[in-house]
């Protein structure tokens, strides 16, 4: 007989993942609620939310807030979780790569972007004028998943270089200033000049504007690419450097 | 013969602490091996490289004539999992399930659990299995992917002696069918039980190597205490520590040293003979520094 295929160790990656967190509902609901509940208590009651280029805008922000806290949360401090347990050590053992364990992340991880943003969009269509065409639907999500890439190498980054405990702390410390600084809660336009400034250069304003531009067609800053592709070269180089480095914990 | 696994001249350090110094072993296909040694002597962490997790600071580790941190080489071994380690939330049959599905053959769920003692567990999660079912699960996952070498960390702390025992069949069916092992362990007992060749580890060196017989005469085996005034010079002691009237002898024949002990006339009293215990005994295989760190009182070697 043969020994699995990638295809097959993966689809057992993924499932294992999924069943185990499932199993502990209370995380994928804080996570998952989040930008749900911020858009009905800070955007639903607002004028604003009447102006559908402003909902629109702000839903996509929100939108945006959901895959960063997915990446920093499941992929940061999960990722530095697992590690620090036996069992990740054990399934180092088996005759398993990267590949599975990680491609089975992300497809957990995606997952959970889609269980966070269902009822965030459900809340956007129903309570605000916010709208999305069919025709940028497509777009829309391409855009999500270009935006996520930094996101997702810096949540790498920071569970294969950082204990459970420093983790949870650098993705705290980083969630608020990247959200408020990419203009994830407060929109841009409303900025000072110096912070719009600083603000152009963060992965996650870079994130907002182009999620923003694919749902309601405002032009698209110069530098987003550019910074989206930096942070996503600079931030995967340190994710497969601190993975390379891994050997579970430091000590025996 | 077929050498399965082997590390030449392997160090392993943590940071300023030599874990693994200058280890060289080689481990043929169908030999039980056992790996004894005190706590923090290197023993996890040689089954640590030999499994891939970890990589020498200098050095070579061979698995199946290739580097064990490339996941093919690992197709034909079985490690165990620590029990504490356990994804609390997952049911057993779903542990099993899973390490299983990393295998070309695998041990069918339900026969490997029977073999275990673990039938009727199958919907328990793990989380709320008793330390000696933990323990009989982790072990047996070592085993779900029929490999040709098994690596066994400590496989019975903690059971009780019917469970030590179910175990220990298990070991020595898998040897019988051509299984190769490796297995550190606390106990002289367990390593008395099962391995032909045994290792002696302490602070990373390879104390001694040899088969069972081998080593076991270069410790001495049993320790004599009793309460006297004095001794006289004895014959076949190895080792001797006195605090006030009691003694205590290390000997490898302790009949010897006790009939010369009656025929001496000596008056002795509360005369206890057992065999010492492995932590005793490697005192003697271990370097001085480590002598200094025991609690032995009036210590002198003769």
Redesign the interface.
């Known amino acids: 007989m043969s020994a699995p295929t990638i295809a097959r160790l993966t689809r057992l990656h993924t499932r294992y993942q999924f069943t185990e967190t499932i199993r502990i509902p209370v995380a994928v609901i804080s996570t998952t609620l989040f930008p749900a509940l911020s858009l009905l208590f800070f955007v639903v009651p607002q004028q604003f939310a009447q102006d559908p280029g402003t909902a629109t805008a702000s839903a996509a922000q929100l939108a945006v807030f959901a895959v960063m806290s997915v990446c920093l949360f499941t992929y940061g401090v999960g990722v530095a979780e697992d590690r620090a347990l036996p069992w990740d050590g054990y399934t180092r053992t088996l005759p398993v790569g990267p590949a599975p364990r990680l491609i089975g992340r992300v497809v957990n991880g995606l997952a959970f972007v889609v269980l966070g943003l269902l009822p965030l969009v459900l809340i956007a269509w129903w309570f605000t004028a916010a709208t999305l065409p069919l025709s940028r639907l497509a777009l829309t999500v391409a855009a999500l998943l270009v935006a996520g890439l930094p996101l997702f190498a810096i949540g790498i980054s920071i569970g294969y270089s950082l204990s459970t405990k420093a983790a949870l702390a650098v993705a705290q410390l980083l969630l608020l200033p990247l959200a408020f600084g990419g203009g994830l809660f407060i929109p841009p336009d409303t900025f000072p000049d110096w912070l719009n400034t600083t603000s152009m250069w963060l992965p996650t304003r870079a994130a907002r504007d182009l999620v923003v531009t694919a749902t309601t067609g405002v032009d698209l800053p110069g530098t987003t690419l550019l910074v989206l592709g930096g942070w996503t070269l600079l931030a995967g180089s340190l994710a497969v450097w601190a993975y390379r480095r891994d050997e579970g914990r430091r000590f025996r | 013969m077929e050498i399965l696994a082997r590390t030449a001249a392997a160090t392993r350090r943590?940071g300023p602490v030599i874990?693994l110094d200058n280890v060289s072993l080689d481990v043929p296909a169908g030999q039980l091996l056992g790996l004894l040694g005190p706590n923090?002597a290197g023993k996890?962490?040689l089954l640590q490289l030999l499994?891939?997790?970890?990589?020498p600071t200098s050095g070579t580790v061979e698995l199946f004539g290739g580097d064990p941190r490339d996941?093919?080489?690992?197709?034909r071994?079985g490690?165990?999992?620590?029990e504490?380690?356990?994804?609390p939330?997952?049911r057993v049959h779903?542990v099993v399930d899973?390490?299983a599905?990393?295998?070309?053959?695998p041990v069918p769920t339900a026969e490997l659990l029977e073999q275990f003692g673990l039938t009727g567990l199958e919907r328990r999660q793990s989380g709320g299995l008793s330390g000696g079912q933990k323990r009989r699960l982790v072990v047996a996952v070592a085993f779900v992917?029929r490999p040709d070498l098994v690596?066994l960390d400590e496989p019975t702390t903690g059971l009780d002696v019917d469970a030590r025992h179910s175990l220990w069949d298990a070991v020595r069916r898998y040897h019988e069918d051509g299984g190769t092992v490796v297995l550190t362990s606390h106990y002289l007992e367990e390593v008395e039980a099962l391995a032909e060749r045994v290792v002696v580890i302490d602070q990373g060196r390879v104390r001694a190597d040899g088969t069972l017989a081998d080593v076991r005469s270069m410790v001495p085996a049993r320790r004599v205490r009793l309460r006297a005034p004095d001794l006289p010079e004895l014959a076949g002691v190895e080792r001797s520590s006195r605090d006030g009237d009691r003694h205590e002898l290390w000997t490898a024949d302790s009949d010897a040293l006790v009939r010369e002990l009656v025929t001496s006339g000596i008056p002795f009293r509360d005369l206890e003979v057992a065999t010492a215990s492995l932590e005793e005994a490697f005192l003697t295989l271990t370097s001085p520094s480590n002598h200094a760190t025991a609690p032995i009182v009036e210590e002198t070697a003769r």
């Open positions: 943590y874990a923090g996890t962490t499994a891939g997790l970890r990589s996941a093919f080489r690992r197709r071994l490690c165990t999992p620590q504490t380690g356990l994804p939330t997952l779903e899973f390490v599905g990393h295998f070309a053959d992917g690596l």
